[in-house]
């Protein structure tokens, strides 16, 4: 694994997919993982001894169907593997005695995802291991490739974003100013997320960047996360944003013990210091 983790011109195309039903990564944000399942475990051991990248995807609804489904359909093509899991079992995690068999489905999964470097790698005694992960760039998954690893390898095409002609600095600046205000009066100033927030809209970062680094802070639904994570025009992203953000001040008069949980907020760090 190469030491430019901030960088990925050196990326081809064909990465690691790394799909979860609760986790919306994004660019230039730290992600933290437990790495314990075997098949991820060969991910990551083949990630750090190539360019260190890993694509974040996010599964579509309705995902625990489609994964009982499939094993519904192992369970009857393969009946001597039915002991490796319960009918009850939604989880992702496979029998590995699947392994190049003839069931090729998978669960869906969203098709845009965030690609990131693997900057921190902890192996741990019983063979798992815990990661960080440093998002790099939005991608668009354009296919799914056959392979003989025990995760999934897909064809990526890194997307960049953009501005429309009208949307000019004094625009960008006016709606940046607004998500300021709103984001003000959701915060009462002390708890740990309000402090992140604070920090992020006193910075010099572009709009586009302080609105990927506030959704992955705020409490929004993962599938919330996903549709700004989708959008590639500034402006607009920031319209989705400002009104995720109206929503959102039911959660801020709820007692904090009672609100929704935060996504790690340690990457401010990397910005901010």
């Known amino acids: 694994m190469g ?9 081809e195309g064909a990465i690691p997919v790394f799909p979860l039903p609760n986790v919306a990564f994004f660019p230039q944000t730290l992600l933290p993982l437990h790495i314990f399942e075997p098949r991820y475990r060969a991910m990551v051991a083949d990630v750090i001894e190539g360019d260190g990248l890993i694509a974040m995807a996010l599964l579509r609804p309705a995902w625990e169907v ?9 369970r009857r093509a393969m ?7 319960s009918a009850t079992d939604n989880s992702l995690s496979f029998p590995s005695t699947l392994a190049g068999s003839e069931i090729k489905e998978k669960p869906a999964i969203m098709p845009t995802v965030c690609v ?19 998002g790099l760039s939005r991608a668009l998954i354009e296919k799914e490739l056959p392979c003989a690893f025990p995760y999934r390898v897909a064809q990526l095409s890194t997307l960049e974003d953009r501005r429309s002609d009208e949307a000019g600095a ?35 970062l572009p709009l586009g ?9 705020l409490p ?22 400002l009104d995720y953000l109206n929503d959102l001040s039911r959660f801020r008069r709820l007692p904090s ?8 907020a340690d990457y401010i760090q990397v910005y901010l210091n």
């Open 3 to 11: 030491n430019d983790w901030n960088s990925i011109e050196a990326f």
């Open 66 to 74: 489609e994964c009982r489904n499939i094993r519904n359909k192992v």
């Open 79 to 85: 009946p001597s593997v039915s002991s490796d899991f």
């Open 116 to 134: 990131g470097r693997i900057v921190k790698h902890e192996p741990l005694p019983d063979g798992c291991s815990n990661i960080l992960l440093m």
């Open 170 to 204: 004094d625009f960008l600046l006016d709606l940046r100013s607004r998500i300021g205000a709103l984001c003000e009066g959701l915060s009462d100033g002390l708890d740990d997320e309000s402090r992140c927030i604070r920090r992020i809209l006193e910075s010099s």
């Open 209 to 217: 960047m302080i609105v990927d680094v506030l959704t992955a802070t």
């Open 220 to 241: 929004f639904d993962v599938y919330t996360k996903h549709a700004i994570l989708a959008e590639l025009d500034i402006a607009n992203r920031a319209y989705r944003f």
């Open 257 to 264: 013990r009672q609100r929704p949980p935060t996504q790690n």
